[in-house]
């Protein structure tokens, strides 16, 4: 059998066959270079026995383990698409994304019986494997034991799409971005290369496999790579501190958003465990307040920030660990294969220090969205991916990532950028969490609302916090109402769902003026 340039298993199965590639913390299970290959090879015979022909969807209902990334590189070998699901969404949720990509096989987790059973009559999935971590004979299992690892392998070029991811659907439904082979290719060079990814890397992973950031910072890189990695299935801010301090773990390398470093800082824990193998910390996804970049850096920790999207791999910018301290709060400059630039509301490039919004282009973007042609027309202008993230270069051109384009209000004819505000709020040492919505005011047209979540035991007053935004931001952003929760509602990755807040606290407000 000829190996393909993209079959990433079959070639480290021949060149470190008996190295660990996967380990699966919660069941104790490890799988070698060797075993991996050997299992994607049975299941893409398998699925060929079935009739599978390139471009046929299998949907995978399960969380982070190993089956995950078989089932991607049995794909993989067969030019089928992988389709991992966020199995924290409710069945109606599930039935719109499988409806709109109708895969032909859906591998789930015995966890999600129910679910996988209501979902295969919904959408009438012809085909089904059920995973089962007790139970040997489980019918994934009995597949891979029976089957044989010969297939036909199926030419694939950088532009046939590997997977497909569905994005958050901030409004209305979600869209599955297509990922290529070539942009997972470009996403090991990219982001791989400044991390410090090769073989020698092992990375804990806790962001769910079913996101871009799970997947791709730094799993599939660091498999590109020949290292290994160790898949945790729910995050727990002490658990995760305990295995990065194991020597005999060995753990090079941690990739989150600001929400598992926040916890983890805030763990008494925190203080005591030993951080001395960390080479490369990376967070992305969400602005990351300045507290918590100086509360790692103060353990010797620089978080390498870094911005991305699942539409473009995910890396696209990347700030090296050597700038970490003196450009604070900088996504840094553009990955190795790709570019950025600023715009205004016209598409015109803005000069240096001018906020607007980012467009990216380069072979890690996505070339669109999957059954959504117009989407995907409207989501790019000559070959640039707008990514709807506000932005400004410095006059050394790193880039920052000021906020959501769309998260940002105008208050009495004025920008606020809420990721500003939020950092001047974490100042407050009584505050575990904190966001920052626009609501509706008749005098300025929007004004700001901090909803704010405080550590156990600590008391805070509105009038203490609106008192200490007075004394270090212009007064139009101080926020001019405060609300008390006990938790912020976020999403499957951690990320604050602004949405939600919005929903609950805007349309209790009065309307906007019209």
């Not at 990375?203 to 996101?211: D, E, G, R």
């Amino acid at each position: 059998m000829t190996v393909k340039h993209y079959d990433w298993t079959a070639h480290h199965a021949g060149v470190r066959g008996d190295k660990v590639a996967i380990v699966d913390l919660d069941t104790g299970n490890e799988l070698s270079y060797a075993e991996l290959d050997l299992r994607a090879s049975k299941l893409a015979s398998w699925m060929q026995s079935q009739g599978f022909v390139k471009g046929d969807r299998v949907a995978v209902l399960a969380a982070n383990c190993p089956e995950i990334f078989e089932a991607t590189f049995a794909c993989a070998k067969i030019g089928a698409i992988c389709l991992p699901l966020n199995w924290r969404l409710t069945v109606p949720e599930l039935e719109y994304i499988l409806k709109d990509s109708a895969p032909k096989l859906l591998i789930s987790d015995v966890a999600f019986v129910r679910e996988a059973s209501e979902l295969r009559s919904l959408c009438g999935i012809e085909l089904e494997l059920q995973m089962d971590a007790d139970d040997a004979n489980c019918s994934y299992a009995a597949t891979i034991a029976t089957a044989i690892p010969e297939y036909a392998a199926v030419e694939c070029s950088h532009e046939d799409v590997a997977m497909i991811m569905y994005t958050s659907g901030t409004t209305g439904h979600p869209k599955g971005a297509m990922i290529t082979f070539g942009m997972n290719f470009y996403n090991a060079v990219n982001l791989g290369l400044p991390a410090g990814v090769n073989s020698d890397a092992v990375q804990l992973v806790v962001l769910p496999l079913f996101h871009t950031g799970g997947m791709n910072c730094y799993a599939n890189p660091i498999l590109h790579a020949g290292g290994r990695i160790l898949l945790m299935r729910d995050f727990d801010p002490g658990r995760a501190l305990s295995i990065i301090g194991d020597a005999a773990l060995g753990v090079t390398h941690f990739f989150g958003v600001p929400a598992p470093y926040q916890f983890m800082m805030q763990h008494p824990d925190f203080d005591s465990t030993d951080l001395s193998r960390l080479q490369t910390a990376g967070v992305g996804g969400a602005p990351c307040a300045e507290a918590i970049l100086t509360g790692w850096l103060d353990r010797g920790v620089p978080l390498v920030q870094g911005w991305g999207m699942t539409e473009t791999s995910p890396g696209g910018t990347m700030l090296e660990a050597t700038e970490a301290l003196r450009k604070l709060g900088s996504a840094g400059k553009c990955l190795l294969h790709t570019e950025i630039k600023v715009v205004d509301d016209e598409g015109m490039e803005l000069p240096w220090g001018e906020v607007g919004e980012l467009l990216i282009r380069g072979p890690n973007i996505t070339p669109g969205y999957w059954n959504k042609p117009q989407a995907t027309a409207d989501s790019f202008v000559d070959g640039w991916l707008k990514t709807g993230d506000a932005a400004r270069f410095d006059d050394e051109g790193f880039i920052y990532i000021v906020d959501r384009w769309k998260d940002m209000y105008i208050s009495g004819g004025e920008n606020v950028y809420p990721a500003e505000v939020e950092n001047v709020l974490y100042q407050l040492p009584q505050i575990a969490e904190a966001a920052i919505i626009g609501v509706p005011d008749e005098r300025w047209g929007e004004t700001g609302m901090a909803v704010v979540a405080l550590k156990p035991g600590e008391d805070l007053s509105a009038h203490d916090v609106i008192g200490h935004c007075l004394k270090n931001l212009a007064k139009f952003k101080v926020p001019a109402s405060v609300e008390f929760i006990e938790a912020l509602p976020r999403n499957g990755t951690g990320k604050v769902l602004k949405r939600t807040l919005r929903d609950q606290y805007v349309d209790a407000s009065q309307p906007a003026i019209t």
